[in-house]
Nanobody, 118 residues
Framework: QVQLVESGGGLVQAGGSLKLSCAAS????????MGWFRQAPGKEREFVAG????????NYADSVKGRFTISRVNAKNTVYLQMDSLKPEDTALYYC???????????WGQGTQVTVSS
């Protein structure tokens, strides 16, 4: 059974950067799409970014396009989310997810907190 463990969250000032990592164990991620979601206090979980199994296709929420970049290294069983030009509204618990396509996810990590101060 696959387990996803996120890391790299923290407190950063507006305009700063963070890079999140998601390490998978239990099975290779190479055959699966991977994604990032986030949930702010009092709000529903929302999609942030997704990447196909080979990395050739990516998609992003409009709110993060041009600021966030998702990538993967299958040999390391790890997915990344580079977040630049962070805004206070990016503050949330960020989750890694795995699925059959970049539109459907069924395995989730525990999350890592990102807090952006103004």
């Amino acid at each position: 059974q696959v387990q996803l463990v996120e890391s790299g969250g923290g407190l950063v000032q507006a305009g700063g950067s963070l890079k999140l990592s998601c390490a998978a164990s239990g099975r290779s991620i190479s055959a699966y799409a991977m994604g990032w979601f986030r949930q702010a206090p009092g709000k529903e979980r929302e999609f942030v970014a997704g990447i196909s199994w080979g990395g050739g296709t990516t998609n992003y929420a409009d709110s993060v396009k041009g600021r966030f970049t998702i990538s993967r290294v299958n040999a390391k069983n790890t997915v990344y989310l580079q977040m630049d030009s962070l805004k206070p509204e990016d503050t949330a618990l960020y989750y890694c997810a795995q699925g059959r396509s970049i539109w459907e996810y069924d395995v989730w990590g525990q999350g890592t907190q990102v807090t952006v101060s103004s």
